[in-house]
C-alpha cells in the first residue's frame, strides 16, 4: 500500500457491483482523506470490508450527493468534483435494464453508457482533476458492428478526448459481481474477474500514478492480465507492510505484558516470604510423598517378577512329570513284552509234558509184558 499520500476521490456508478466494492477499497485505504459519491440514491458499503459507514459519513470522510443527472450542467456539475485528484467512473446498465424504460431501449442505454459518462468526465476536467479511471469492456471499440461494443468504444474515445494527465480504461472481461448468486454466478466465478478485484486494482493504480505520475503514459488501456499485474504487485506490498505492523503490534503488547507484570511483582513483594515459607514446606511434603510412592511403586514392580519366577517353576513341575511318566510307561511296555516269550517257554515246556508221560506210559507196558513173559517161561520149564 501506498504511503504519505492523502488523495480525494469522486465516484459514479457506486450502487453497482463495481461501484460498491470500489468505495469499500478507497475507504478501507488510508491514502484516501476523502471520497465522495454522486449518485441517484444512497450506496450501502459491503460488510466484506468491516467499515462503520455511519461513522464514516459522521466524520465528512466519507460523502454522498444524491442528484437528478438530467438536471446537472457543467457548472452545477463541475461542484460535485472540486478539490478531487481522481475520478472514478462505474457507470454502465444492460438491454434489460433500458428496455424496462420509457422509449428506444438504445437510446436509453446510450444516455447512461455514453452521454452520462462523457458528460461527467467533461465536468470532472473543467474542475481539475488530473486523473479518470473508466470501467469499459473487452472489445470496445468504436467502429464494432455491435451495437453495445461499438457505444463503449465511442465513449472511451470521448472520455480520452477530454485530456485529463492520466485515462486509465478498464476493459475487463466477464466479471463475477459481488452479492449475486445462480448459474450466472456459478459460472463466471470459474472463468471471470471478480469485482472486488477489479476495485482493488482501480484504487492500487491511482495510487501508482498519484506517487509518480511521470512513469506513466497519458492514456493507457487495461486488459484482463494488467488488472491481474495490478493486483499482485499491490498484494506483494501489502505483505512486507501487514508483517511490520503485526511485529510492531505484537511488540507492543509484550512490552505491556512486561510493564504489567513487574507491577504486580512490586505489588506481591511483601506476601513473597509468606509465599515462599509456604513453598518450601510444600515442596518438602510433596517430596516426602513422592518417596514414599516411589517406593510403593517399587515394591509393586517387584511383586510381578517374583510371581514370574513361580509361574516359571509351575511350568517346570508339570514338564517334568510328563517327560519322565512316558519313559516309565515304556519301561512297563518293554516288561510287557517279555512276559509273552515266557509263557511261551511255559507253553512248549507244558507240551513237553504229554510226550514224557506217553514214554513213561509204553514203558509201563513194557515192564508187565516182560513179567508175564518171564512167567510163562518159568512155567514151560
Known amino acids: 500500500m501506498a504511503s504519505g499520500l492523502s488523495l480525494r476521490a469522486v465516484v459514479v456508478g457506486a450502487t453497482g457491483a463495481t461501484g460498491q466494492c470500489l468505495v469499500g477499497e478507497l475507504l478501507k485505504a488510508k491514502t484516501f482523506e476523502k471520497v465522495v459519491v454522486i449518485g441517484r440514491r444512497k450506496m450501502l458499503v459491503p460488510e466484506m470490508y468491516g467499515l462503520d459507514q455511519e461513522a464514516l459519513e459522521k466524520s465528512n470522510r466519507f460523502e454522498q450527493h444524491i442528484v437528478n443527472f438530467d438536471e446537472l450542467n457543467e457548472e452545477n456539475g463541475k461542484a460535485h468534483f472540486e478539490g478531487a485528484d481522481v475520478f472514478f467512473c462505474c457507470l454502465g446498465t444492460t438491454k434489460a435494464i433500458a428496455s424496462r424504460l420509457p422509449g428506444d431501449w438504445k437510446e436509453n442505454f446510450r444516455k447512461v453508457d455514453y452521454h452520462l459518462v462523457v458528460n461527467l468526465s467533461r465536468y470532472a476536467k473543467s474542475a481539475g482533476v488530473k486523473h479518470v479511471s473508466v470501467v469499459s469492456s473487452m472489445g470496445a471499440n468504436e467502429s464494432s458492428m455491435f451495437f453495445y461494443l461499438r457505444s463503449k468504444g465511442e465513449s472511451d474515445r470521448d472520455v480520452v478526448a477530454c485530456e485529463f494527465d492520466r485515462a486509465s480504461i478498464y476493459r475487463p472481461g466477464s466479471l463475477c459481481r459481488y452479492g449475486t448468486s445462480g448459474l450466472a454466478h456459478f459460472v463466471t466465478q470459474f472463468i471471470g474477474l471478480r469485482t472486488e478485484k477489479l476495485a482493488q486494482a482501480m484504487r492500487a493504480e491511482s495510487e501508482n500514478f498519484a506517487l509518480d505520475s511521470s512513469k506513466f503514459n497519458k492514456v493507457e488501456y487495461l486488459a484482463s492480465s494488467h488488472i491481474y499485474a ?92 510328563t517327560e519322565e511318566t512316558p519313559e516309565a510307561k515304556e519301561g512297563e511296555e518293554e516288561t510287557t513284552e517279555e512276559t509273552p516269550e515266557a509263557k511261551e517257554g511255559e507253553e512248549e515246556t507244558t507240551e513237553e509234558t504229554p510226550a514224557a508221560k506217553a514214554e513213561e506210559k509204553t514203558e509201563a507196558e513194557k515192564e508187565p509184558a516182560s513179567d508175564e513173559a518171564e512167567q510163562t517161561k518159568e512155567e514151560d520149564k
Open 230 to 321: 495490478l493486483i499482485s504487485a499491490d498484494e506483494a506490498k501489502a505483505g512486507p507492510v501487514a508483517e511490520a505492523q503485526g511485529s510492531d503490534a505484537a511488540a507492543s503488547a509484550e512490552s505491556s505484558v512486561t510493564t504489567n507484570n513487574q507491577v504486580e511483582a512490586k505489588t506481591e513483594e511483601p506476601a513473597a516470604g509468606a509465599a515462599a515459607s509456604e513453598g518450601e514446606t510444600k515442596t518438602e511434603e510433596t517430596e516426602k510423598m513422592s518417596g514414599e510412592k516411589t517406593a510403593i511403586e517399587e515394591t509393586t514392580e517387584e511383586t510381578p517378577e517374583a510371581k514370574e519366577g513361580e509361574e516359571e517353576t509351575t511350568e517346570e513341575t508339570p514338564a517334568a512329570k
